[in-house]
């Protein structure tokens, strides 16, 4: 499989065209800094670099002279350095393949890519997620209203939502809850909520104790999200359950959708989580390109989505695809968060959806935590004396977790005679790397820690 470099330190956009090129069958790896991406090269050696050429710590031109000398290709986008001059320099002086300025076409760069780096037959990965038939649902996202199912810490519904009466978990929903049982770990203290007054407590040691710990009535219960989410996303997918988890932190709200145990959609009241500033910050659309479409979608009560693509700006294609990705985005988004509070409530159905991502809960897990978990908290989560073992009852099969080789080679070193150190210098990775696999793994039951 031919491996990728992206490097920008644009977050969203990194992942969305992460997502794109491993959909299209391609190996990939990114960066958020030069230096960063310079050692990947020298130790990864990719096929092909994607290239911003502004980054933090280097100009993406300084990167390109030292992926010359590795005889490593490279492709540049940017957004500030624009024009003929700019493109004939990239292409003249610097030896790239091709220049895309922002915005671009995802599709126009995926074909440069694929033509200096062919993808073999048979490799191209499956699409992310499902589409039915439906252009609604880019809408129903792009308003990004909370359904008004569930209450989030007794706040009213927003404005053209109506609520939907909650109905309390049956017998045989407690009991699936109860007979997930994942092993228990040992308790953290913090800060616990309880009507009204904050006292000290520990963490429920698993998402099956966290449900149950949580003061509820008519089937919602609620918590602290703290470190609980990747426990909690288990718990829906172990139990099979349909329903929604809401997360509140401040003003922000997000829902995420289940349904047989699978996140299939997301919401959240978030501007910045809106399709159109999506598209803008995933280099699609400009900013002017948006504000000619809302001040039009405004005037001509159309969605701002349908005035894009009467513009030209957006094929339905087109919007299906970054709708799918703004979802994730949002999915991924919660794995940030170690404040705020969650909200959990059980449906007959979930939201019913034009689009719904496909997307294992177990692979969600990993990428959040290894994107998002910040070293600081990685540290915190595996101190470096712990030493992980096999968990005996594990969350997920190892088969359903999508491993690259040297974590493959990894896990079974993780036997309980090593520490979290030893485990980071055997890895030759840098350590957050390493920590993130870990905790992934951890979060996931099928390692524990001693």
Known sequence: ??????????????????????????QVQTAARGRTALDLARKEKPDLAVIDVLLPDLMGFDVAEALKRLRIPFIFMSGVHKGGKASGNALGKYGALAYFEKPFERTALLEAVAKSVPIQPGTRAEQAFDVEAGPQVAEAAEAMQLT????????PTLEGTSPVQLKPMDREQVARMRDSRPPVAPPVMQPVVH?????????????????????GKDGIRRGDVRDNLPQLLAAFYTTKE?????????????IIYFEGGMPVFALSNLVADRLGQFLVRAGKIDEGTLKQAADEAATTKQRTGDVL???????EEERLYYVGQQIKSILYSVFAWEEGVYTLSFQA???????????HPANL?????KKLYKPDRLKRLLPDSARPIPSPEPSFNLSDVELQAWEAHLLPKCDGSKTI????????????????????LTALRVLDLR
């Open 195 to 215: 009507s009204g007054k904050v006292t000290t407590g520990p963490i429920p040691p698993s998402a099956e104790a966290a449900l149950q710990s949580i003061p």
């Open 1 to 26: 499989m031919p491996r990728i470099l992206v490097v920008d330190d644009n977050p969203e956009l990194l992942t969305l065209l992460s997502s794109s090129f491993e959909e299209a069958g391609y």
């Open 349 to 359: 159905r979930a939201r019913k959806e034009a689009i719904k991502l496909d997307i």
């Open 148 to 155: 008004g199912r569930i209450d989030l810490l007794g706040n």
């Open 309 to 315: 693509i009467l513009m030209g700006a957006l094929t």
């Open 421 to 440: 150190s030893d485990l980071v210098r055997a890895a030759g990775k840098p350590e957050p790397e390493v920590l993130g696999t870990l905790a992934g």
């Open 365 to 369: 897990i990993m990428r959040g935590i």
């Open 242 to 254: 349909t329903g929604e988890l809401g997360l509140m932190k401040g003003q922000v709200k997000k």
